[in-house]
């Protein structure tokens, strides 16, 4: 997968050298390249961003440096994700979805926001666009958002995880939470993992896994549950 982002903060990105990401853009299977906007901005201060038409408190960035920096990177037909507050809420659905996309371009807002005809200007261009919150609250900029996006698009990428198994059973994935796990010792400063995990019996562990997780789903998110019959 290709993966385009960019930002006034480059080195932002940086984290997704580390771990996991950076292993799979060492082996090929991510082609991550981060792209500086003030690269697109020719007066002596390479200025981004202007005030709002309208008035009111902030800046808001221009589009003609959004404009050239997506020219460049030619995003007809691929997926433009826009990182906003009052965009769609990304959920590990949306995950699954971008992980399909053969190339994914990230523009990373800051101030407040870019100015509304750069994402119109794109979708003309024949770019996917999507505009996504990462939750009901309110960052500095796109780059951390662009962080967990990637970081969650990534993992779903065939040949990412060594053991794919891992996936299937995690938290979101069946619509629950998942169940509380442990590893030894089976005694630890008095507490004791639940004896049936010790019970060598699979039936009896899958049930109780799965009893946990609609517990700690009803406990912590109900709001997952609603829907489920009988859950
Ligand atoms: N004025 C904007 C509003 O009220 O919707 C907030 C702008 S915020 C200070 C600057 C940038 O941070 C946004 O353009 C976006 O790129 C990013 N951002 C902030 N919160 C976010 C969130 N919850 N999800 C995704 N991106 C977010």
Request: charged fraction near 30%; proline fraction near 6%; hydrophobic fraction near 40%.
């Amino acid at each position: 997968m290709r993966v385009d982002v960019v930002t006034i903060f480059p080195e932002y990105l940086r984290a997704l050298d580390l771990s996991l990401p950076g292993k799979a853009q060492r082996s090929g299977l991510l082609d991550l390249r981060v792209h500086d906007l003030r690269d697109h901005a020719h007066d002596r201060h390479r200025t981004v961003d202007d005030t709002p038409y309208g008035g009111g408190a902030g800046m808001v960035m221009k589009p003609e440096p959004w404009g050239e920096a997506l020219d460049a990177l030619d995003i007809a037909g691929a997926t433009l994700v826009v990182p906003t507050p009052s965009g769609e809420v990304f959920r590990q659905a949306t995950a699954r979805e971008l992980s399909t996309r053969e190339r994914l371009v990230f523009a990373c807002g800051r101030y407040e926001g870019i100015d509304a005809r750069v994402v119109e200007h794109a979708a003309e261009a024949g770019a996917e666009v999507r505009e996504v919150s990462i939750g009901d609250y309110v960052l500095n900029g796109g780059e951390v958002a662009v962080l967990a996006i990637v970081e969650a698009v990534v993992r779903l990428l065939p040949g990412f995880m060594g053991n794919p198994e891992s996936l299937v059973e995690e938290s979101h994935e069946d619509g629950l939470l998942e169940y509380p796990v442990y590893t030894k010792p089976a005694s630890w400063r008095g507490r004791d993992v639940p004896p049936v995990l010790l019970s060598g019996d699979h039936g009896a562990v899958a049930r109780w896994r799965r009893e946990e997780s609609l517990r700690r789903t009803a406990e912590r998110r109900p709001d997952l549950l609603g829907g489920r019959d009988g859950a």
